[in-house]
């Protein structure tokens, strides 16, 4: 019974704050989702990023040990789904991408912030950071055809992952009135992110409810594998499995469907298979928190 109020005090907040979200545009009130998105990803989630790394007690090994297992997770997921996609027939650029991505900024930061505490929100950037370079490369150049490592160095949040772990090795800190600075605007981006995600979940519409219901399915299945045996494999600590396994979990991002309307992919294909998955997650990550905690 214990474990069950926990497990509802961690995703009740993640849920309900998409779920303000989802009713602030059924109700007709607007919100400018591009401003805000350009806003958390260019200002907040580095902030917050930069903070929480710099203010962690993470150990180095710990650290290097995490790097390393997401690595070769979204590496062993990328081939996996790889297969998936050529073996089913499905067109790769429209599947392939939303098979790989999810959403480890809008919904894994939080869900490691609540579960875990801020140590768990700075193992969760890391993972964050690895993908987000693994998705403005590889995953440009799924559904687009070309890439570019380039546009991904140029992203606020890899920087201020970087920035964050050079202060946490060093062991620096910013003078305190920049911290407090830097705090208060990190403090917007994880209710802006599950906001957000929830209007953009309220304007899509699911398409092919069996196909999407069916590859949300297996996309979990094989993430959370992969996940849990990168993180036996690196010999994770408790919380950096936990994060690593929650992380993999998490639902096909809101920008798969961006880059799949951008690049002329199936959008409407993707945005069944987003707002799918996330439904689908509202049962899966609680009972894969317990599992982890």
Known sequence: MNLTLLVLEIVAPVFLLAGIGFCWVKFGFEYRIEFVTKLAMTLSVPCLIFVSLMQTQITPDALAALSLASLAAYGAVSVLAAVLVFCVGLDRRTYL???????????????????????????????????????????IWLVAGTGSFGKALREPLIWATLLGGLFMWQGWQTPVFATNTLKLLGQMAIPMMLITLGVALARLSSGGIGRALLLSAVKLVLCVTVGWGAAH?????????????????????????????????????????????????????????????
């Open 233 to 293: 494999l690196f010999d994770l600590d408790r919380i950096g499995f936990g994060v690593l396994v929650l992380q993999l979990a998490t639902p096909v991002a809101v920008t798969s469907y961006l880059l799949a309307e951008k690049y002329g992919a199936d959008a409407q294909a993707v945005a069944g298979l987003v707002v799918v998955s996330t439904v689908l997650s509202v049962g899966a990550l609680p009972l894969l928190l317990a599992a982890v905690l």
């Open 97 to 139: 991408a939303p098979l790989i991505f999810g959403n480890t900024g809008n919904l894994g930061l939080p869900l490691a912030l609540f579960a875990f505490g801020e140590v768990g929100l700075s193992y969760a950037v890391v993972v964050f950071a690895v993908m987000v370079i693994w998705s403005f490369t590889f995953g």
